[in-house]
Each structure stands twice: as C-alpha cells, then as structure tokens.
C-alpha cells in the first residue's frame, strides 16, 4: 500500500479512531491528537502493511498502542465526584484543580459520531462516549480499559482484540473480567447509568427554567438525588435543592440572565452558557453537558473553561443580544439564536 493510497484509505475511519481514544483518554483533544499520530504511523508505515490482518483492526493496535504510550506514567482523568465527597452549596468552598490536566473533557458529537449509519448503531455509539460512561473507564488500568473497549463497545470477539493488544485470548478474556468487576464495585454516584431517550419537551422546560433563572420550576427538573459538578472547580454537589440553592449563590447571582445555545456533546443536548457581559451582550461561560434519566435530569456537569471549550464546539466567542433558543426533537435550534459578533 504506498503512501497516497494509505491516505485515501484510513481517512474513513477517523472518526471512529477518535472515539476509541477519546474512550481511552478521556479528553476531546488528547484524542485528536492520538489520531494523528495514528495516521502519521499508518502512512509511514504503509508499505509494511500485508494484509495479515484487516486494516481496521491494524488502525486500532497502532492506535492502541499510541494511547498507551500516552496513559504511561499519567494520573487518571476524572470529575470531582471521583475524588472525594460531596460539598454543601457555599461558595467559599470552590477552588479549583492544581492540574487542568487531570479533568475530563467532553467532546463533540461531530468528532465521532457518523453522518449516516444504521440508526441503532449510532444509538449506541452515542451509549459509549456518554460521560458517566467514559468517566468511569478511566478507573481501569489501560490494558484492561482497551480490553473492555475493543470487545464490548466495538465488539471485537477476544480472538481478534488478542492480536490488537499483542496479548492471548485467556489475557484478553482475563483483563475483561477484571474491568468488568471494578466498574461494577464503583460507589453508585461513579457509576454510568441508563440514559433516557432525548424529550423535546423536557430539554426545552429545562432551557426556559433556566433562561428565567427560576429556581422552583428548575428543581422540579432535577432528579433528588442529582450530582451538579463544574470542572475545573474541586467541589460538587448532590441534591436538587442542594443545586437550586447553590445556582442563586452569592446574591445577586451571576449567572441570572444567562442564555443558552444549543450544541451537541458526548451522545447528549448540550448548551453553551453566555452570561450578561459587563459592557453589554452575553460573554461565554462554559459548557453544560447533562444525562437525563427517569424523566428527570441526573447528572449536571457544567465545564467552566469557555477558552477550550468554545472553540472545540464552535460556537461563538460573543452574543450581542439575546433571542430565543429552544431545542427541537432533532438536537438543532428552533427559531432564532442569539447572533455572534
């Protein structure tokens, strides 16, 4: 395969290479640049490619050797609520990470998920880059995470994922095992959970309340036992009167009259929040990425880090005004959005 013709033949498939080492990685732009030296290895590489394997299954051992080699010697990416316990809703206790490395980010839908396909098939990818779902891989050791990866979210049968992983089935079938044991000791709030279809309704109800800043029809939107974190910030938070009364802190609160403008993240509806700006117009704020289960929303994370996230998502770096932003049943805006400068 020369150089040309490997550059043809491996583009295909780079949106599915950068969910496997966004699921590795745990962070949008480590992925991105795994895939890259992904493909940089495959076209230097080209020639030695015999056909012994398939070039799928070639692209995934380089990129799993790549992530591996990134994964050495590094401290695991998590939310808040992995590494400690939860916090009252008082401002005096937020203070941010020492690492902004440390923390997961989230990433766009358009960076993994197909144009077209099977409607199931994309259902499900969209299971494997959910947050919670991600956010726990990273409690495994690598090899075992890659295990887990290959055979039950690309389901590779252990034969196949044997070779990716220079390992023997019984390794394969062993790591497996074992990754499958530690996710299911994870305390319950570490857990992924079932994630609801999407509900027009229930997202817009979500964005009105919010747009508002009306807290009772907000708390009434949030599951009891909710978890709100806000990366990079240490604290997070459990409870929807917890949340509620957290999101109106300090008096006034800052984010009253913040809008919202749809995006798309991690298989979900997310929102870019724009905060009125001190000389007018909205300024960026962060990213809000939430699960909804059981009619009601269950995790809450809002990545407070505009400079990274704006960018990644492609939306704006200013609103001038304000208009209305109401999602439909396709993930895209209704109406009118606010307007860019």
């Not at 150089?3 to 599915?16: G, K, M, N, S, W």
């Not at 023997?168 to 079932?194: D, I, W, Y």
């Amino acid at each position: 395969m020369t150089v040309t013709q490997a550059q043809r033949d491996l583009e295909p498939y780079r949106r599915e290479l950068t969910g496997y080492c966004y699921r590795m990685l745990g962070s949008a732009f480590e992925a991105e640049d795994a895939v890259q030296e992904t493909m940089l290895r495959a076209w230097k590489n080209a020639d030695s490619f015999e056909g012994r394997s398939s070039l799928r299954s070639w692209l995934y051992k380089i990129a799993t050797n790549v992530c591996l080699d990134a994964l050495r010697g590094k401290k695991r990416r998590a939310l808040p609520m992995d590494l400690g316990p939860s916090s009252p809703p008082l401002e005096s206790l937020l203070r941010p990470w020492p690492a902004e490395d440390n923390w997961m980010t989230p990433i766009p839908d358009a960076k993994v998920l197909p144009d077209h396909g099977d409607a199931a098939e994309i259902a499900a990818i969209r299971e494997s880059i959910r947050l919670a779902f991600v956010t726990a891989l990273q409690h495994l050791p690598a090899r075992q995470r890659a295990a887990l990866i290959l055979c039950e979210v690309l389901r590779l049968p252990a034969a196949e994922a044997a070779p990716v992983l220079d390992s023997s089935v019984a390794s394969v079938n062993s790591a497996l095992q074992r990754a499958r044991a530690t996710l299911a000791g994870l305390p319950e709030h570490q857990r992924p959970a079932t994630v609801d279809p999407e509900n027009a309704e229930l997202l817009a109800r979500y964005v009105d309340a919010f747009q508002r800043y009306d807290m009772k029809a907000l708390l009434a939107l949030i599951h009891e036992d909710a978890v709100l974190t806000m990366p990079p910030f240490e604290m997070w938070i459990r409870g929807n009167a917890d949340i509620t009364a957290w999101m109106v802190q300090p008096t006034p609160s800052k984010c009253a009259g913040s809008v919202l403008v749809p995006a798309r993240a991690n298989g979900v509806q997310a929102w870019g929040q724009y905060k009125p700006g001190p000389d007018g117009g909205f300024m960026p704020w962060g990213l809000q990425v939430h699960e909804v289960s059981g009619g009601r929303f269950s995790r809450l994370t809002w990545f407070i880090d505009s400079a990274r996230m704006f960018p990644l998502f492609g939306l704006p770096p200013h609103l001038d005004e304000a208009r209305s932003v109401i999602p439909n049943g396709s993930g895209l805006a209704a109406g009118q959005v606010p307007r860019p400068r």
